[in-house]
């Protein structure tokens, strides 16, 4: 019975660990996300990331190795939510619900992590020095297979006949310019900050600009 209490004990202490780990790796990755969309990575310090965070600079390093490290980690969460936006896009789909479905993904996404997006646009305007070659081949792979997915919808006459690599890059660059260039977009259509239902509006308007019928 002992035993058995002790094991719990161990467990319960290991699920406050992991809890703490959890709310402190957050913590930092939302302060980080903020400091280096505004400063860029060279401009910002890991005292800067510590004192934001309030937490101490020894516990920064103790979660992530590196300024590297985090900055890394931020890219690789874009990454996970575009990838999760992109899935929609499957060839056995229908095109209008598929897209459909994409096109709101991805503005959702847009809306709840702006900070992620603008920092991620701000990293590829460096050029993008710190998107790793995996990184990179992994974009092409994900592109290439959205793209053989539009490819099949047109060969059976489901979607009109364009460049689907041109189609996703414009659908991406309207998604993106809702978060990137909010202040622009709550000028343009006369309010004060962007909520929620004007997202939803932007998806509706994006899907009623696609010509869904082929020629």
């Given at each position: 019975m002992a035993r058995r209490t002790g094991g719990g004990s161990r467990k319960a202490n290991g699920d406050t660990d992991g809890r703490i780990r959890a709310r402190n790796e957050a913590r930092i990755l939302q302060v980080s996300v903020r400091l280096f969309s505004a400063k860029g990575f060279d401009g910002t310090t890991i005292s800067e990331i510590a004192e934001d965070s309030d937490l101490p600079k020894a516990n920064v390093y103790y979660y992530f190795q590196s300024k590297a490290a985090i900055y890394e980690r931020l890219i690789a969460e874009v990454f996970d939510d575009w990838d999760a936006a992109l899935r929609h896009i499957r060839?056995?789909?229908?095109?209008?619900?598929?897209?459909?479905?994409?096109?709101?993904?991805?503005?959702?996404?847009?809306?709840?992590?702006?900070?992620?997006?603008?920092?991620?646009?701000?990293?590829?305007?460096?050029?993008?020095?710190?998107?790793?070659?995996?990184?990179?081949?992994?974009?092409?792979?994900?592109?290439?297979?959205?793209?053989?997915?539009?490819?099949?919808?047109?060969?059976?006459?489901?979607f009109p006949d364009i460049d689907p690599r041109h189609f996703l890059i414009m659908i991406w660059a309207t998604t993106q310019f809702y978060s990137d260039f909010a202040p622009v977009v709550a000028a343009t259509l006369e309010v004060p900050r962007l909520r929620k239902s004007e997202f939803d509006d932007a998806a509706e308007q994006i899907l009623k600009a696609i010509k869904f019928d082929p020629d």
């Open positions: 060839p056995e789909r229908d095109a209008r619900e598929a897209l459909g479905d994409y096109v709101r993904e991805k503005l959702e996404s847009s809306r709840r992590n702006a900070a992620q997006s603008r920092f991620f646009a701000g990293e590829l305007l460096r050029g993008g020095k710190f998107l790793s070659r995996r990184q990179r081949r992994h974009m092409l792979d994900v592109t290439h297979e959205a793209c053989a997915a539009i490819d099949q919808w047109i060969a059976e006459k489901r």
